[in-house]
């Protein structure tokens, strides 16, 4: 196999760190060496979970990103270290795909404010539960320092400079505190003629001397006035002088205006606009193309220039320099995207949520210099003698193919050379900080031993679970008994069997990475992982992850569960995330596919509990026995109906009468005798003489079925998808089941009343109200939809009989609970 040339050693270094390693890059360089290629490059090979975001619409868009600003939801203004932000909510969408995410591209990070880019890292450390810079996250930084810089108002730097040197990225506070390695690309595609070349690495450098800008200033020719077929674009500095060009140059044409309103659906802000709304075209108008020609044909890039041949009603013909057939070109559309999670991969994937459609092309006798970052034109007039940033000469000279095609509208004074301190100590430090090949071995292997660490590690587990005792301890009167004992036993497996035995095996790692092969090429390392692979993997699936699926979460308090259920879902995320990363390396270690693996776990989980649900709504797939969420017996039922009635008689709310834990243990356990009665937690011997030949013959009529009882599910026939309609089919009217019992069933799956109400297609006031005819006839307990705390309120504030007036009601209790809360209060006592 051929070696890589010199031209694509640096390029080839970059796709090495990068998907090797996760080390943090800047990859720099001149104008015209191909960063954006590469960027491009790196979204098609990398199988890393990467975002490419950038610092404005437009460059968003080019990049095939979305913005800085979108994505991390950061306010506009300064970002004050230390400062209390506004409160900004993210989806549950989003925090997932931001613990997930392995890379993050910065596009023109040269534009970038410094404390934007603490934003950044402050959004990542908070959502990936991590102090780690940017979270851990690798950063690929792309972007010229030699051109153009962020835009900072003096006010706004007036609040900044107390806490930073310069305005630039690399002054970030987050970024002085991780390694980054830099890389230079050298090769320039743009320009061949090395004079040209050496005057603008001259200009880029500050370096260039009094000859060397005489030379250039040979461009100068007063008075220019080009034939409007050469093509000539002129590239002003200010954005009024671009706009006063066009327009005059369009006025002078005596050929009929036309004008294209472009067409723009959902999202796609108007800042974001990469061409005009509404373009006024002539024929004989100097016009650029502001898109590549995405067809087979490829006959226009982006800053192609050329004259308006033609105008028709859906189409406009263009033609170019030496070219002798005009491009005929439709209105072509621009995508805004959002960055997704698909539901069935786990895979990030660019979500369109808009679109811009207009013709290709803007007026373009001139243009703003800002404007032309990125494009490349044949012939251009350069009007920058009133530079006023750091980078804009340099932007626009480079913007030429030739020094030939280039005529300058001013001579370029040395002052408009802008050069910068901090620039030039910055470009002195990245030179130090270029890689050699020892270090990317290096990098490698670092990559490698801390995914090995963070395998074998089950302290985040252990934290997890220390989360879970905590609800328990907290709430332990109002949750079973048999939990915390179910907990002892997970919280000993998972010292014993899993985080004493992973502390030995990561001590033995070491002895390993002395050796001179990388983790993924050690053959004796790689016998050692697939053995405890195999260990593990037995430990999570047959041990620990049952134990979770059989803990027993019942209890009276709604808010109670929802803390726990979250608890125990977090810590079964973990594990299960460490029960597909050791049967991937049963078959032995990759870096990349562990990263794929993980990242596939973490995204496609979803709770044992929610696997139970629906496969509770389908008959072939019915619910394991010990699983979290149980099929219901006729008993249960019975259960609830007669507390409900006791509670109707005695006025009183149903927990009053026996709590929701009692009637899951008594449906349990079934017991035959009042002895056996009085020994369930929450009867005793006195409630058993008084209510148990009651309870005892309301079991004796509901005989076991051979189910398990506890909780109700709904049926395999309530809907055979979720989001489905139910079947239709003939029923007689005393065969269908009431719609409140169906709205029950799935409450009592934890469906919130929302969610409820979107799968069956009503409000959530039909569903309110089916709740409330659940509690009135006592197949629900109130407690299941208020805290304790709202009904003793409720109760002793106003007392047990319904008031007149809801309205008066709520104000008395100065708005501490809804209208709904009072309509479940007083139908548990069924008023």
């Known amino acids: 196999m051929k070696s890589a040339s010199p031209i694509n050693q640096r390029l080839e270094l970059a796709h090495s760190y990068v998907l090797h390693t996760n080390q943090n890059v800047f990859l720099t360089g001149k104008a015209g060496t191909g960063k954006t290629t590469f960027l491009h490059q790196i979204k098609q090979l990398s199988a890393k979970r990467l975002v490419v975001v950038a610092p404005t619409g437009v460059a968003a868009i080019n990049a095939g990103g979305v913005t800085i600003h979108s994505l991390f939801q950061l306010p506009f203004g300064p970002i004050i270290p230390g400062a209390k932000q506004e409160n900004r909510k993210f989806s549950r969408e989003k925090i997932r795909l931001l613990r997930t995410l392995d890379l993050l591209v910065i596009d023109e990070i040269s534009m970038v404010r410094a404390d934007v880019l603490d934003g950044i890292d402050e959004v990542l450390r908070r959502y990936r539960y991590s102090q780690e810079p940017f979270g851990g996250v690798q950063l690929l930084l792309i972007g010229d320092m030699q051109q153009l810089p962020p835009v900072i108002r003096d006010d706004d730097w007036a609040l900044l400079r107390p806490y930073y040197e310069s305005g630039y990225f690399f002054s970030s506070h987050a970024l002085r505190e991780t390694p980054y390695v830099s890389i230079e690309l050298t090769h320039i595609y743009r320009q061949a003629d090395q004079r040209f070349i050496n005057l603008l690495n001259g200009i880029r450098e500050k370096t260039i001397t009094a000859e060397g800008l005489a030379d250039l200033n040979q461009r100068y020719v007063p008075d220019f006035t080009p034939n409007d077929r050469d093509g000539y674009i002129t590239l002003a500095t200010h954005n009024q002088t671009a706009q006063q060009i066009n327009s005059q140059k369009l006025t002078d044409l005596t050929t009929r205006l036309h004008t294209y309103e472009a067409v723009v659906t959902d999202d796609f802000p108007e800042p974001m606009y990469p061409a005009e709304f509404s373009l006024e075209l002539k024929v004989g108008a100097q016009v650029m193309f502001v898109k590549n020609d995405s067809s087979p044909d490829k006959q226009y890039y982006n800053g192609k220039i050329g004259q308006i041949a033609e105008l028709g009603s859906d189409y406009v013909s263009v033609k170019c320099a030496g070219e002798f057939v005009p491009i005929v070109t439709g209105p072509v559309e621009w995508q805004n995207i959002r960055y997704s999670l698909d539901a069935k991969t786990g895979e990030i994937q660019s979500e369109i949520i808009g679109t811009f459609t207009q013709y290709p092309l803007r007026l373009a006798w001139a243009i703003t210099i800002h404007k032309s970052q990125g494009l490349t034109f044949e012939r251009a007039i350069i009007d920058a003698g009133r530079a006023f940033a750091h980078g804009q000469v340099y932007v626009a000279l480079s913007r030429c193919k030739t020094l030939d095609g280039l005529v300058l509208r001013t001579p370029i004074p040395a002052s408009s050379i802008k050069t910068e301190f901090d620039l030039e100590r910055f470009h002195e430090d990245v030179q130090t900080k270029t890689p050699t090949e020892q270090h990317l071995h290096n990098a490698k292997r670092a990559n490698q031993e801390q995914l090995l660490h963070d395998l074998f590690a089950f302290e985040q587990a252990a934290y997890l679970l220390s989360r879970v005792r905590k609800v328990v301890d907290d709430n332990v009167r109002t949750l079973p008994a048999p939990l915390v004992e179910q907990l002892n036993e997970l919280q000993t497996t998972l010292t014993d069997k899993a985080r004493v035995v992973g502390h030995r095996f990561r001590k033995q790692l070491p002895n390993y ?307 709904t809360d009072l309509r479940f209060a007083y139908a548990a006592v069924g008023r």
Not at 548 to 561: F, G, S, W
């Open 513 to 819: 990475f002395g050796q001179e092969p990388l983790p993924e090429a050690n053959t004796d390392l790689q016998q050692r992982i697939q053995k405890a692979g195999a260990y593990f993997k037995t430990v999570l699936a047959d041990e620990l992850l049952p134990l979770i699926y059989d803990a027993p979460t019942d209890t009276d308090n709604k808010q109670v569960r929802t803390d726990l259920l979250e608890a125990l879902d977090e810590l079964e995320r973990e594990l299960t995330t460490k029960l597909a990363l050791f049967t991937r390396c049963a078959e032995g270690f990759d870096a990349l596919a562990y990263l794929q693996v993980r990242n596939q776990a973490e995204l496609a989980f979803m709770p044992n509990r929610k696997k139970v649900e629906r496969a509770a709504g389908q008959p072939d797939k019915a619910p394991k026995a010990g699983d979290r969420s149980n099929r219901p017996s006729s008993l249960y039922f019975e259960l609830l109906k007669w507390r409900g009635r006791m509670a109707e008689e005695h006025n009183s709310p149903a927990y009053f009468i026996m709590s929701q834990q009692t009637v899951t243990e008594i449906a349990t356990k079934r017991p035959e005798t009042i002895d056996a009665l009085a020994k369930i937690k929450g009867v005793g011997k006195a409630k058993a003489k008084r209510i148990g030949d009651e309870i005892l013959a309301i079991i004796e009529q509901n005989p076991a079925d051979g189910r398990p009882d506890g909780p109700p599910a709904p049926k395999a026939n309530v809907y055979a998808k979720a989001g489905e309609a139910p079947a239709r089919k003939a029923t007689n009217k005393a065969d269908k089941e009431p719609v409140y019992e169906a709205t029950l069933k799935l409450f009592l799956l934890g469906k919130s009343i929302a969610a409820i109400a979107e799968l069956r297609g009503v409000t959530e006031q039909t569903i309110e109200n089916h709740l409330t005819r659940c509690i009135n006839l006592g197949l629900l307990p109130v407690e299941a939809v208020l805290s304790a705390e709202k009904l003793t309120l409720i109760y002793n504030t106003l007392g047990s009989k319904r008031p007149a007036s809801l309205t008066d009601a709520v104000q008395q209790l100065d708005g501490l609970v809804s209208y």
